[in-house]
């Protein structure tokens, strides 16, 4: 995700040269979009985060966890109580029965989920199939486990996976798969297609999934979000990620947790262990007594669905062209009917000129398209917010971009 701004090599303090394990690596496309608006007071539909707070209730409970003395470690693996609560809610929602004691861990984020479940899968040489564009940690996790992703770009307007490419870029050395629904940049989800085909290729040739379904609850128009765990073959080999960031509105507590069997759970946990060792106890106490109740998060789907449309409507007439979203608190747009410019400069433009901060689709690449003329918005902000930004972009002249 990634823009080869650093050389390849550091000098350090002591005149030597630290060999790089990302050398092609730059600061992720997030960080920098950010960065930007805030420095041009821009409004920022950049990086994925909500603008409004997490329900009063659930930070009343993390001060009422914090003043109870629950300040010191949470066992490694999480809060027996809140893994009781997660279990429960996987049973209700994908009909899985899972072990809170030896097949949840809580992690701190998705971001580290992904990468302890990577480092237990991954041995040097191993390769990893991405989905490109994908989410930007997936790769660097590959590689700083010694792994080669193996990218397989999906081509617009619809973006579907070809199946058949993926069979075919099978090796010996394939070990997992990544899949993302509702996918981070794209705002689509899998089909019951996608799923039989990834059962069908992983059985085959004996692979591990890394799913990653922090937006499993941001799913619209009706449809089903289709867990791994839902099936009986792909729960069985995979490492399932999820994100109370996301399920609460509070990205920066940076809480998430995995679910895999217990065998290689107890792989993940060894990483674990000696990575993160346990995650913040006051919001584990609060998370276990606010998520007991699912009306806490049954509502996200119209809640964002709301918040979707509203921003599509208010962007009417601003001349981008929005692809189908059905999932994530993303959307892409094509402004190929208003500028010529590669997305990169495009949206330092949007931001600097026209107040608007998005994000460009080339960084989720690892061989950007070039031709293409996508932004991506991200839509978890208050009407007020998304209305101010579609009058923005109505009043700027985007054609002088
Ligand atoms: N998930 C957020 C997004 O897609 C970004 C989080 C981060 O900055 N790493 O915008």
Not at 174 to 185: A, E
Not at 267 to 292: C, D, G, S, W
Request: with cysteine.
């Amino acid at each position: 995700m990634i823009r080869p701004c650093y050389s390849m090599c550091v000098s350090s303090h002591l005149g030597m040269m630290i060999r790089s394990k990302l050398p092609d690596t730059g600061t992720t496309i997030f960080t920098v979009m950010s960065a930007l608006a805030q420095k041009h007071g821009a409004i920022n539909l950049s990086q994925g985060f909500p603008n409004f707070e997490p329900d009063p209730r659930l930070r009343a409970l993390v001060t009422r966890a914090m003043e109870s003395g629950n300040n010191q470690y949470a066992p490694m693996q999480g809060l027996p109580e809140l893994r009781e609560v997660l279990a429960q809610k996987i049973l209700n929602l994908y009909g899985c029965q899972v072990s809170g004691e030896h097949e949840i861990t809580v992690t701190a984020g998705g971001t580290q989920a992904i990468f302890t479940a990577v480092g237990a899968i991954i041995h040097p040489g191993d390769e990893a199939i991405v989905f490109d564009p994908a989410y930007d940690c997936y790769a660097p996790a590959v590689r700083i486990f010694g792994g080669i992703p193996i990218p397989i770009t999906l081509h617009g307007p619809d973006f579907a996976i070809d199946w058949a490419a993926v069979e075919s870029a099978v090796t010996p050395r394939t070990r997992m798969i990544f899949i993302n629904t509702p996918h981070n940049p794209l705002g689509r989800a899998f089909t019951e297609r996608d799923i039989r085909a990834l059962e069908k290729i992983v059985s085959k040739h004996d692979l591990y999934v890394v799913s990653d379904e922090v937006y499993e609850h941001i799913i619209f128009d009706g449809l089903q979000h289709l867990s791994v765990l839902r099936s009986e073959i792909l729960s069985k080999r995979s490492f399932a990620v999820y994100s109370f960031g996301k399920l609460v509105h509070a990205t920066g507590w940076k809480v998430g947790y995995c679910v895999a069997p217990a065998d290689l759970m107890m792989e993940f946990r060894k990483i674990h262990q000696f990575n993160v060792f346990a995650v913040n106890r006051p919001m584990q106490h609060a998370l276990a007594e606010y998520l007991t109740d699912p009306v806490t998060y049954s509502g996200l789907n119209t809640f964002f669905q709301k918040k979707r449309d509203y921003f599509i409507e208010q962007m009417s007439g601003t001349g981008f062209r929005f692809l189908p979203c059905e999932g994530s608190y993303f959307i892409l747009a094509d402004y190929s009917a208003l500028s010529d410019l590669d997305d990169m400069s495009f949206a330092q433009k949007l931001t600097i000129e026209g107040g608007v901060a998005t994000i460009p689709l080339s960084p989720f690449y690892a061989n950007p398209i070039t031709d293409q003329r996508i932004v991506r918005f991200c839509f978890a902000k208050t009407e007020e917010t998304l209305a101010k930004a579609a009058e923005l972009l109505k009043a700027m002249n985007i054609h002088a971009l």
